[in-house]
């Protein structure tokens, strides 16, 4: 009887911790999101998640318990994430960080860890098997070198690649025979990371296309923005920290061009006034000499 009762209470408690664990994540934190984490090998999320120290906190956990979470986080502390309930889908973990949404998805985008290619992975960039010994004994695996076109040698029963050699170009399929042979050698052309599937901020729900920005075109569209607000503003003279400078100028060289045009003299004027009269003076000499 005392050993089923151990046994009942033991998974409860700790579904227990895990919860008053994410209520306290979820509570103190700007930022949470939910992250895809399928296909992530425990190695591969160990790195990632030391490469993000400091900056995020994830949690696994049962989308049951997430669930419980967001339940017990409105009712004891009265912060609503119910609009996450919904969204409750796949293999996913919390993630919860002080950074905007947008920094935090920059962040997992800078911090992804190599990964092992699979049979139709798309490459992201050039696959290249480098020149060396591959350690792979010669036998049939020559064939598939060949089959491949790299160009390789035999040397004390081992297989040399002889050159530097590009087996898939980027955004080409990936083929079975070689992502084996990439397997056997130690080669991951392939990048693993965290993937945003929706994060709550202030009161909104950015889902992961909302978040993918452009840094450079949106620092253009916001330049072009502000050098049109700028000109509006200096041509219509509306007078701004920014536009008065310009403004103040534009007025003082229309003064100027006014003043020397009308021949009245100031003391800005007067060198300007004098250089006019001079050069229609020659320009009369020269027609009078004509």
């Not at 912060?79 to 996450?84: G, K, P, Y």
Request: glycine residues 6%.
């Amino acid at each position: 009887m005392s050993i089923s009762v151990l046994r009942e209470v033991k998974p409860r408690e700790r579904k227990r911790k895990i919860i008053d664990e994410l209520i306290e994540i979820m509570g103190s934190h700007k930022t949470i999101a939910l992250v895809d984490i399928s296909g992530l090998r425990a190695l591969q999320f160990q790195r990632l998640r030391s490469s993000l120290r400091g900056r995020v906190q994830i949690k696994v956990a049962k989308n049951s318990l997430i669930r419980k979470a967001i339940e017990e986080l409105k009712e004891k502390r009265g912060i609503d994430l119910s609009q996450l309930k919904d969204l409750l889908t796949g293999q996913l973990a919390v993630l919860a960080s002080n950074l905007s949404p947008f920094e935090v998805y920059a962040l997992l985008e800078k911090n992804k860890v190599p990964a092992k290619a699979r049979p139709g992975d798309i490459a992201i960039k050039d696959v290249v098997i480098p020149a060396g010994n591959t350690g792979i004994p010669a036998g049939p695996a020559l064939s598939l070198f060949k089959k491949f076109k790299i160009p390789v040698k035999v040397e004390e029963g081992s297989i040399h690649v002889t050159k530097d050699t590009v087996v898939v170009k980027a955004g080409e399929a990936i083929p079975a025979e070689i992502a084996e042979l990439l397997g056997k050698l130690g080669i991951e052309p392939m990048e693993a990371g965290l993937s945003i599937k929706v994060a709550f901020y202030e009161g909104r729900l950015f889902k992961v296309e909302d978040l993918k920005i452009d840094v450079e075109a949106y620092k253009k569209r916001i330049t072009d923005a502000f050098t049109n607000a700028l000109s509006l503003a200096v041509n219509a003279i509306f007078m701004t920290r920014e536009s008065a400078p310009y403004i103040i100028s534009k007025a003082f060289m229309e003064a100027m061009n006014l003043a020397v045009n009308a021949c009245y003299p100031t003391r800005e004027t007067i060198g300007y006034i004098i250089m006019k009269a001079h050069a229609q003076a020659v320009a009369l000499s020269n027609l009078v000499r004509l």
